[in-house]
């Protein structure tokens, strides 16, 4: 066992011996108070302090979720609890010593599901490995994170919509106040995530309420664009209240009603969006116009907000592919083509481009695409690849540097069809590559030294705002060549890959 001493009190954690090397871990720590009752749909406050010593040993509950419908092998049901859900666990060499760079992960699963606590987000090698304090956290999700209710419940709930980042900057502070009782220099903190998690990172570098809470970034398949108008936020709260069983005139019952009832009106809500999109259904998403987010973040970093934090952002090659090959080979839906031009259109391509993009995406295959190929194309651009593009176009300005990258090692899995798709890149990071929930899709194939290179380069930025691994090429920043790291078995540096495909949605 072992203990440290934070402001707010003593916490108990353990000792585990992990490639050779001693880490301390510490579990389930609550960084705001609880969120049920009263606090239901308002912002986080402060979690208070503690005589004695609190165990800290095993992981807390995460938020309210559904199970996933789609969960890999290997991954063990999540526990959740509403009322003790803002927690977070920390990961610190033992070898004693002071102002170590702190990275802090924030999960995805589309703003609906997921938990810091998983597996694959086992901090203890990433710390043991690259000298780090590594901290994951929990945050509201779904409804409970983002429903927008000013205009049911009255002005104490105008940023209702934007708990989930509300929580993330409370955590953040927490890390500010507490981290150096674990080794971590509080002046030096990087943000890194994947999916929603990145989505939420390129959401807070737009909120005036994170400046200063970080100094680094890292976005793995994310974008600063997800995010709904107080309007159509209101007109998702509307129907989330009908499936409720509720009303306008007892909508306050919102307050009360049990975590459950709220969940089974989320599931309705997700598989009616999931019927109108080939993409992935998102009913949850902050909103502007609200006091902690005024403006569209895209526009607020084109402005100089957070221009003074380092950022490395990169995607996946095949992104979409899971969307693409979850649909039955015997479906009725459209085909391919057409299932492509309906995201292209939702994306807002006009209509009658469809050729136009299919000529782009040969030049970048070198041959004509197939119908799966367009289509997994498609929702790569839409939701991830081209939204990085745009983050990095808004900060050409910005006075810290800005590193690019293109994961392209292929999965193994369902013969080869998946390629590098969403989420590959995780148990590389996290040196997890021989988890139950990374076997999924490495089928114990992956190549350990990309593991070893890219888990060094992201802790090497967090350390210096410079990736940099051993047996790594020299990694430039993007600008002005648009200059991009391979990160493959051999991994090179392009100037502006997949560039006919940018041309287009530019």
Not at 249 to 270: C, D, I, R, S
Not at 421 to 439: G, M
Request: with cysteine.
């Amino acid at each position: 066992m072992t203990v440290a001493i934070t402001p707010a009190g003593s916490v108990r954690g353990r000792l585990a011996t992990v490639e050779g090397r001693e880490v301390r871990c510490f579990a389930g720590i609550p960084y705001a108070a609880p969120v049920d009752g009263r606090r239901r749909f308002l912002p986080p406050i402060p979690a208070g302090c503690w005589t004695g010593v609190k165990d800290c040993t095993v992981p807390g509950p995460g938020a309210p979720q559904n199970p996933q419908a789609l969960a890999p092998p290997g991954r063990e049901p999540r526990t959740w609890n509403e009322k003790g859900c803002l927690n977070l666990n920390v990961w610190t060499p033992h070898r004693g010593g002071s102002e170590l760079p702190v990275m802090v992960w924030i999960h995805g699963g589309a703003y609906i599901s997921g938990s810091g606590s998983d597996r694959m987000f086992d901090g203890a090698k990433l710390a043991a490995t690259t000298d780090t304090v590594v901290v994951t956290i929990n945050y509201r999700l779904g409804a409970l994170g983002f429903l927008h209710l000013a205009e049911l419940l009255g002005p104490e709930f105008s940023d209702s919509s934007n708990l989930a980042l509300l929580d993330q900057a409370e955590a953040l502070r927490w890390v500010q106040r507490n981290i150096s009782a674990f080794g971590g220099d509080a002046d030096n903190v990087t943000l890194f995530g994947e999916s929603a998690g990145a989505a939420a990172i390129g959401t807070l570098l737009g909120m005036p309420v994170s400046r200063g809470l970080f100094r680094r970034a890292i976005m793995q398949s994310g974008t600063a664009e997800r995010y709904r108008s107080a309007e159509d936020s209101s007109r998702i709260s509307f129907e989330f209240l009908s499936l409720c069983g509720l009303d306008h005139a007892n909508a306050h019952e919102l307050l009360t009603v049990p975590v459950g009832q709220l969940l089974e009106a989320q599931e309705k809500l997700v598989q009616r969006l999931g019927s109108e999109t080939f993409t992935v259904p998102l009913p949850f998403q902050p909103t502007v116009g609200t006091p902690s987010l005024p403006a569209p973040p895209l526009e607020s970093v084109r402005q100089g907000l957070n221009s003074d934090v380092d950022l490395l952002i990169g995607t996946n090659l095949n992104e979409g592919s899971l969307a693409v090959q979850g649909h039955p080979a015997n479906s009725p839906e459209p085909s391919y083509a057409h299932r492509a031009a309906m995201v292209l259109a939702e994306a807002g391509v006009a209509p009658g481009r469809e050729g136009e993009y299919a000529q782009a995406l040969a030049l970048t295959l070198s041959a004509n695409a197939t119908g799966e190929q367009l289509l997994e194309a498609a929702i790569s651009d839409s939701l991830y690849r081209q939204p990085s593009n745009r983050l990095l176009g808004a900060r050409q300005g910005s006075s810290a540097k800005n590193f690019s990258y293109l994961f392209t090692w292929p999965s193994p899995a369902m013969g080869g069809k998946l390629g590098a798709c969403h989420t590959l890149d995780i148990p590389f990071v996290f040196r997890q590559l021989a988890s139950p929930e990374a076997e999924f899709l490495t089928k114990g194939n992956a190549p350990q030294g990309l593991s070893d290179k890219m888990s060094s380069a992201w802790a090497a930025f967090a350390r210096t705002g410079e990736p940099a691994a051993t047996g790594l090429p020299d990694w430039p920043v993007y600008w002005p060549e648009r200059r991009t790291m391979i990160l493959d078995e051999v991994p090179v540096v392009e100037e502006d890959p997949l560039r006919e495909l940018r041309e287009f949605w530019a």
